[in-house]
């Protein structure tokens, strides 16, 4: 089978054009308590039953959640309030939302994407993600046999060939639409048709796929489908393309041009007491420092070179440039390429946080020290911590040249907005 699949989903039961809004969510690891409440007494049958099911995360234990996950997604198709959908499609979402005073649009195709390691070079991780538990994930995995959210995929059409299929798609009515708590309005279709889903197939088979968003989630994924091979090759059962080889994937053009990249700012604090007088004579031996003028962002806005908005917890603000004279390649001495050390964070990681704050991915417990803050504004605020940066946006060529050279950019490089919502579509994996 090709890369690209078409699969039969298991949608939410619907009639044609309804509002799913109540039963979807954002994605479960951006959601805390008091969201999930609010979203399930909203709607019992909100998605976020399946994502994150009650009961303790002891997998040994009574009434796990892995066991009530296990349970919800079974109850509920048994009673219909999920279906499998009429047959096998490519599936078409496009999100639209108001960002800084104008309308933009974002569409993927939702498909079966045949599993692969990284090493293999064909599905690439573009952002090196912190170690973190992925038992949870897995073990949810195991017990439902199921994708209950998509991975989100990155592929290169800059002919946009692709345009057209996405055009005649969204011209119908959509199976239905749902809007999540910002504003964005996704709407999903389905394409049937064998030859035009063959086409997308063709299109985007031959060039390698990036990871946006859900690293960990396709990483579980491989690790599910070797112990099913292995249980399988146990039992002396040798089933061909079994649905555990896939994943299901939005794949988004990155070349089109209202793809929406965002940064994710820092917050610092010092492992002992701050000294902001010390810390700014370091930043010059670096960066040229200005005062800022007009908005904050608009002094990081497509920086020729190098530049963040820094402030420190007493108010103090500058500009801080990367100087002419100081070259990140030859700077950095870690064992990589160029343009990773040229990217923006890295020159934060590896010039600023690493030697002034003793920060380092390599060392997890120094990480306490850093938080991640999507808005500028509230970056500013340098609440609880001693100094903010502010960061531009990372490049789509930044991250093809990196990920295309078997490098991960430092994490939370990229923030891709909007987030794709969980419960349009799932994924049966028997």
Known sequence: MPLVNPFRARVYRHEPGADLSSVTAPPYDVIGPAARAELLANDPYN???LELPDGPLDAAAPGNRYENGAKTWRQWYKEGI????DSPAVYVVEQSWEYEGRRIRRRGFVAAVRLHPFSDGVILPHERTLPKALSDRLALTRSTAANLSQVFGLYSDPAGETDGVFDITVAAEPMYTATDAEGVLSKVWA??????AEAVAEIIDDR????????????????YRDERRAEDAAAGVSPVDPPYDFVMM???????????VLPTHRLVRAEGTFD????????QRSFTLTEPTGAPT???AAPARTTFLVRTSDGTTRVATLRDDVDPAEVIAADHTDSWKRLDVTVLQEMVLKPLFGISPDDTSTLERLSFVKDAHEALRVEDADVAFLLAPTRMDQLREV?????TMPQKSTYFYPKLLSGLLFRPLD
């Open 47 to 49: 998605v976020v039953a």
């Open 82 to 85: 999920l279906v499998d959908d």
């Open 191 to 196: 394409i049937r048709d064998a030859a035009t």
């Open 208 to 223: 390698p796929i990036f990871i946006a968003d859900g690293h960990h989630r396709y990483t579980v994924s491989l690790a």
């Open 250 to 260: 939005t794949l988004v053009n990155m070349d089109d041009p209202e793809l929406l």
């Open 276 to 283: 902001a007088e010390a810390f700014w004579e370091a930043m």
């Open 298 to 300: 608009t002094a990081i």
């Open 403 to 407: 990920a295309l050279a078997g490098e």
